[in-house]
Nanobody, 124 residues
Framework: QVQLVESGGGLVQAGGSLRLSCAAS????????MGWFRQAPGKEREFVAT?????YYADSVKGRFTISRDNAKNTVFLQMNSLKPEDTAVYYC????????????????????WGQGTQVTVSS
């Protein structure tokens, strides 16, 4: 069982930046697809970014967010710049046991492990 712990959320003004971290309890490698999803109140959980053999982003965050990983530290990061009020949500880290294919890596139900979430609030 892999445990994921997110940190780095908080309150920031529009245009500001935050860096989220996700620490895994076990060793991770490029064989594990790891991603970030978010869920705003009253909305479904949505894909934000994922990293496997490459990186993929939702159109809404492309050019503003950057996902990266440090396998030596079993940690995945999400650098969020130029934040907007519509980015306000609980952000969840997710990991799969294997590499996910391009057709499913944006779909939450294909990930095996989830963190507890960290709140990001962007004020206007």
């Amino acid at each position: 069982q892999v445990q994921l712990v997110e940190s780095g959320g908080g309150l920031v003004q529009a245009g500001g930046s935050l860096r989220l971290s996700c620490a895994a309890s076990t060793r991770t490698s490029s064989a594990n697809t790891m991603g970030w999803f978010r869920q705003a109140p009253g909305k479904e959980r949505e894909f934000v970014a994922t990293i496997a053999w490459s990186t993929y982003y939702a159109d809404s965050v492309k050019g503003r967010f950057t996902i990266s990983r440090d396998n030596a530290k079993n940690t995945v990061f999400l650098q969020m710049n130029s934040l907007k009020p519509e980015d306000t949500a609980v952000y969840y880290c997710a990991a799969s046991r294997t590499q996910l294919t391009l057709t499913v890596l944006r779909t939450a139900r294909f990930y095996d492990y989830w963190g507890q979430g960290t709140q990001v609030t962007v004020s206007s």
